[in-house]
């Protein structure tokens, strides 16, 4: 029996394209997602990033019609989730929250992630703020008068903060670059040790996060400034450096990534369901308890911020060091 050339196309090409779609891997389908999502969460739970991430998965969960589970991984400098997608299959049932600092963890140590080829940015909603803050006694009213003091006596000024090489550290660092000052780090194991030195008149100023919010409120501590882009509304009443005159814009988003090589069709359902979930009274209502301001950034925007930030770490790490 003999066969044509085209009786032979015709037999094999339904053949070899049913062969494909078999062969095609589960995440290139459009009926995600069909089961439950994983969000791991870098740090312990209960803390202030936990109680956002937790808020956000119930969001999240509502309008995509699946559980979405939190799992926390404390340790690495909150680089656990970055490092935990190198391994992870892009199907979109294993996520990451991304905070600032995957950034910076590269330059200061190996990792086993590269925070531009190893993980697909899908949106950033909220972000932390620093203050320079000092106890209400004290005698310094401004930045200004800081910055003179300090000009006048190098490495006085001490400052706290929850440790070495966290944003709070890069805001002074910064400063004393933008203004020609020395100051002296002070690093301590967290916001509430670096805030009760501050109080207890150990150190003359710290750099805290929105964490600082009920010492203000109690009259405890005063803030100088704030390290954001314009005025956040928690911080409303306070100059930030920009407006002062000094050249320090500090930001500390957190968003949710992915493994490298997510399809678009899936970081385009996360990123919308990102959006819809900053309107739930739910979640704002967790932001504002703590102070964090809502901001938006798509897939796109969270990208082009990553690859940015990726950059400018390396000279701030390295001025970082010489400080030290």
Do not use: C, W
Request: proline share 7%.
């Amino acid at each position: 029996m003999t066969f044509s050339l085209q009786s032979i196309k015709t037999i094999t090409l339904p053949a070899l394209v049913a062969g494909l779609l078999v062969g095609a891997p589960a995440f290139a389908q459009d009926n995600y997602p069909s089961k439950p999502i994983t969000i791991i969460v870098p740090y312990a739970p209960g803390g202030t990033t936990d109680l956002i991430a937790r808020a956000m998965a119930d969001s999240l969960s509502r309008q995509l019609k699946q559980t979405v589970v939190i799992e926390n991984k404390s340790g690495a400098a909150g680089s656990m989730g970055a490092n935990e997608m190198v391994n992870t299959k892009p199907d979109g049932y294993r996520l990451a929250l991304s905070p600032v600092g995957i950034f910076r963890q590269p330059y200061l140590q190996q990792t086993r992630y590269d925070p531009i080829k190893d993980l697909t940015y899908i949106a950033a909603f909220a972000e932390y703020d620093f203050t320079i803050s000092v106890a209400a006694d004290s005698p310094i009213k401004s930045v200004k008068e800081l910055v003179e003091y300090a000009r006048k006596n190098p490495g006085e000024i001490d400052y706290g903060t929850p440790g070495r090489f966290t944003g709070n550290h890069v805001v002074m660092t910064e400063l004393g670059t933008a203004v020609s000052a020395k100051f002296t780090h002070i690093p301590y194991k967290g916001d509430s040790e670096n805030v009760g030195a501050l109080m207890g008149g150990h150190i003359k100023t710290s750099v805290v996060s929105n964490s600082v919010i009920p010492f203000v409120q109690s009259g405890k501590v005063r803030i100088l400034a704030t390290a954001a882009e314009t005025r956040p509304a928690a911080f409303a009443q306070y100059p930030t450096l920009k407006e002062l005159g000094y050249p320090v814009v500090i930001r500390s988003p957190l968003g949710l990534a992915g493994p490298k090589g997510l399809p678009d069709n899936i970081v385009s359902t996360l990123e919308k369901a990102v959006k819809v979930a900053m309107d739930d009274p739910a979640v704002i209502k967790v932001l504002k308890d703590y102070g964090i301001r809502t901001d938006y950034m798509d897939a796109a925007q969270y990208t082009e911020f990553a690859q940015k930030t990726f950059e400018e770490e390396r000279s701030i790490v390295e001025r970082m060091k010489q400080e030290s």
